[in-house]
């Protein structure tokens, strides 16, 4: 059974800062490509870091700059650090894993919330 499980969401000040965590398993992680989407109230749900299992990434523009993706692959962990936080990345942040897309394997979403 695989399972993708998010933590580190919350309520932070614009300019602040979180981190998330995504715990897999039931999958072989290394060989997984992993990304982070969001899905904000009324959007469509968007693709904002990704990192190969080779350890390439890339990034949504709109977070290029703030937001670093990473993973550890003895721990089963990809994170996603988020600095310099908007009110408008306010959404529920999702995991994913994929072999050739990131979305074989969804979490269950965690919000992110940034007062202004």
């Known amino acids: 059974q695989v399972q993708l499980v998010e933590s580190g969401g919350g309520l932070v000040q614009a300019g602040g800062s979180l981190r998330l965590s995504c715990a897999a398993s039931?999958?072989?992680?290394?060989?997984?490509?992993m990304g982070w989407y969001r899905q904000a109230p009324g959007k469509q749900r968007e693709l904002v870091a990704a990192?190969?299992?080779?350890?390439?990434?890339n990034y949504a523009d709109s977070v290029k700059g703030r937001f670093t993706i990473s993973r550890d692959n003895a721990k089963n962990t990809v994170y996603l650090q988020m600095n310099s936080l908007k009110p408008e990345d306010t959404a529920v942040y999702y995991c994913a894993a994929g072999l050739l897309k990131y979305d074989d394997y969804w979490g269950q979403g965690t919000q992110v919330t940034v007062s202004s």
């Open positions: 039931g999958i072989l992680f290394r060989r997984y490509g």
């Open positions: 990192i190969t299992s080779g350890g390439s990434t």
